[in-house]
């Protein structure tokens, strides 16, 4: 395997891909829990540059995810969505040097809303954009049928040897994680049977339209960035998703706002309300079990990764568990009458 460190000579980016001289050091910016992102200035442009977690880079479905992500970003800036794909060098978008990937982009002045915030007008405006996304027909960009590429089976993760790994280790989410195994098995089950539900209908979106994802301008118009999860997703898996973020989960006007915008601008609700909640669990778990890698040392660049992930472990757990306990409630709000 190749370097598993961050290798981030900026001079040299900048060099081979003609961004101009450096006027400063790059600052860190908020880019994300997977990769690291920097505000880039130089005498030509000011730039984001991601630079992309060499772990995940060592997956063999990583260029082709990343790839078909930047595709579906430029089709839907192509059809009206305010999107920023990725920067193309010398007609590539991935930017490499030494090993290390980068994705550049052009700095997009804006502020993202914090999350677990609820607001009325940001839900409107989601909604709508959500809506619009969907319609688009992605499908040209694939190379096999669309239902052939998102599986919806339970996770196969060895939960009871990361749990006895850990406790050797002496890490600290160790008894939370043993404390939660039962329950955790239970939620694998739920998505399994769930998941067999939602395998009819699968659209191309962005995955990831959280609070974090959207800047909002100077004229409060929204800005979607980071496309990087883009790939296959049930839609009304994604609107519930995307209404709970945005309702931050507290404010049921919020969530039925999203809900009947989405509707309201050509939205279609394709599946039952607790089959869409259930699997939703899905990417918890599986987010879980990449935080307990990380954590473990599987999985991680360097001590900083570790640390992130040992932090994002408890985090993950206690979110299931919150989640899982959302549920009935967030059913009662889907039965209103759209």
């Not at 405006?125 to 919806?152: C, M, Q, R, W, Y």
């Not at 899982?324 to 009458?337: E, G, L, R, V």
Request: aromatic share 10%; hydrophobic share 40%.
């Amino acid at each position: 395997m190749g370097n598993l460190n961050y290798n981030l000579n900026f001079e040299m980016l900048c060099a081979k891909y003609e961004l101009g001289h450096l006027k400063n050091e790059p600052e860190q910016v908020t880019g994300g829990l997977l990769h690291r992102m920097y505000r880039l200035q130089t005498d030509k442009a000011l730039y984001a540059v991601k630079a992309l977690n060499p772990q995940i880079m060592q997956r063999d479905t990583a260029m082709y995810n990343y790839t078909l992500s930047e595709k579906v970003a430029n089709m839907a800036y192509q059809n009206g969505i305010n999107a920023v794909p990725a920067i193309v060098s010398n007609d590539r978008f991935m930017h490499e040097v030494a090993g290390q990937f980068f994705l550049l982009f052009p700095w997009v002045e804006g502020k993202a809303l914090p999350s677990r915030e609820a607001n009325i007008e940001c839900c409107k405006k989601i909604g709508d954009i959500l809506a619009e996304i969907h319609k688009i027909d992605f499908s040209t960009l694939l190379d096999h049928p669309i239902e052939n590429l998102e599986a919806v089976n339970g996770s196969a993760v060895c939960w009871n040897e990361y749990a006895l790994q850990a406790k050797q280790e002496g890490l600290k989410w160790s008894d939370l994680l043993i404390d939660n195994l039962k329950q955790i098995n239970h939620w694998e089950q739920l998505v399994e049977s769930s998941g067999e539900q939602l395998s009819n209908h699968l659209v191309i979106s962005h995955r990831d339209l959280d609070q974090k994802n959207v800047l909002w301008d100077e004229y409060h118009a929204p800005i979607i960035i980071d496309w990087e999860a883009a790939g296959p997703i049930h839609p009304t898996q994604e609107l519930i998703d995307v209404a709970l973020y945005w309702s931050g989960f507290v404010s049921k006007d919020a969530f039925c706002t999203f809900i009947s915008t989405y509707r309201n601008h050509g939205g279609e609700i394709y599946a039952n309300w607790s089959d869409v909640l259930n699997y939703s669990l899905h990417g918890k778990l599986e987010w879980l079990a990449y935080n307990i890698r990380r954590s473990l040392g599987l999985e991680s660049a360097d001590d900083t990764e570790r640390e992130l992930g040992t932090l994002e472990v408890t985090r993950s757990i206690i979110g299931l568990k919150d989640y899982a306990d959302f549920i009935p409630k967030c059913i009662d709000w889907c039965s209103q009458d759209y």
